[in-house]
Nanobody, 128 residues
Framework: QVQLVESGGGSVQTGGSLRLSCAASGYTYSGNCMGWFRQAPGKEREGIAAIYAGGSNTYYADSVKGRFTISQDIAKRTVYLQMNSLKPEDTAMYYC?????????????????????WGQGTQVTVSS
């Protein structure tokens, strides 16, 4: 059974940092596209970062480029999202998702429907 479990969310002040984790299980980790998405109240879900599992290619939305870093520990089957210089507008529920048997690409974050399995989400709240 494919499963993704996020952790690491919490409440921080503006300018603070958090690191989210997404532990994957139930499928072959490498060779897939892992993504981080977020959804703020009243807004559409937004793709913010992706990484090719087992590889090095990474992709970011303009809204987080330069502040957030996606990385992975292949041995632990875990994808991370390091979030620095957090702003109140980063407040959202954060989800990881996997596109099995599919590559990442520069526009993959615009095609959420390609990600077939999602985690339950972890809340990030940034106060001013």
């Amino acid at each position: 059974q494919v499963q993704l479990v996020e952790s690491g969310g919490g409440s921080v002040q503006t300018g603070g940092s958090l690191r989210l984790s997404c532990a994957a299980s139930g499928y072959t980790y490498s060779g897939n596209c892992m993504g981080w998405f977020r959804q703020a109240p009243g807004k559409e879900r937004e793709g913010i970062a992706a990484i090719y599992a087992g590889g090095s290619n990474t992709y970011y939305a303009d809204s987080v480029k330069g502040r957030f870093t996606i990385s992975q520990d292949i041995a632990k089957r875990t994808v991370y999202l390091q979030m620095n210089s957090l702003k109140p507008e980063d407040t959202a529920m954060y989800y990881c998702a996997v596109r099995q048997w599919g590559l990442c690409s520069s526009n993959i974050l615009s095609y959420q429907a390609l990600f077939g399995t999602w985690g339950q989400g972890t809340q990030v709240t940034v106060s001013s």
